[in-house]
């Protein structure tokens, strides 16, 4: 039971150390994400809430990928319909430097989990990177409906 114990706390703090190494990447990839065209003129506060909520009751990372894909999917379904007269709203848009549309770049990102390129996730909690990267993503999204400028994030190199 000891050894168990044991076994159990060097796990836990094996993946606290393997966050908090991944933290600067997934930042990293939140700003370049972000400037992909997720801002408050392209996308409403509460779309991106929605994603924040697909995310925030899951109990696992598929479950949570699962759940985005779904919502991301349903809008994306409706909005197709609804374009069909003009031009394309919300996750729909195309991405700042044009191409695919916010919402299929969204679900591309997740599934490939590309926000934890570099990253060595071998002890990585899935899950929880995909919400810090989201957290990031949410707090310029917010940052920029306030104050009208991008939050001023040091760039990383």
Not at 121 to 129: E, F, S
Request: hydrophobic share 35%.
């Amino acid at each position: 039971m000891e050894q168990q114990m044991e076994q159990q706390a060097t796990q836990a703090m094996a993946e606290e150390l393997a966050f908090r190494k991944a933290e600067p990447a997934v930042l990293e990839k939140a700003i370049q994400f972000y400037r992909l065209g997720f801002e408050p003129q392209r996308l409403s506060s509460s779309q991106i809430s929605a994603v924040g909520n697909c995310l925030r009751n899951q109990g696992s990372f598929e479950n949570a990928k699962d759940n985005v894909s779904r919502f991301i999917s349903g809008q994306l379904k409706k909005l197709k319909a609804k374009a069909e007269d003009g031009k394309p709203e919300s996750w729909l848009r195309p991405a700042q430097s044009g191409g695919d549309s916010l919402g299929n770049i969204l679900l591309d990102w997740i599934k490939k989990e590309r926000y934890l390129q570099n990253v060595d996730i071998r002890n990585v909690d899935r899950l929880r990177a995909l919400r810090l990267f989201w957290s990031h993503i949410k707090d310029q999204y917010h940052y920029k409906k306030a104050f009208d400028k991008n939050m001023p994030i040091k760039e990383v190199e």
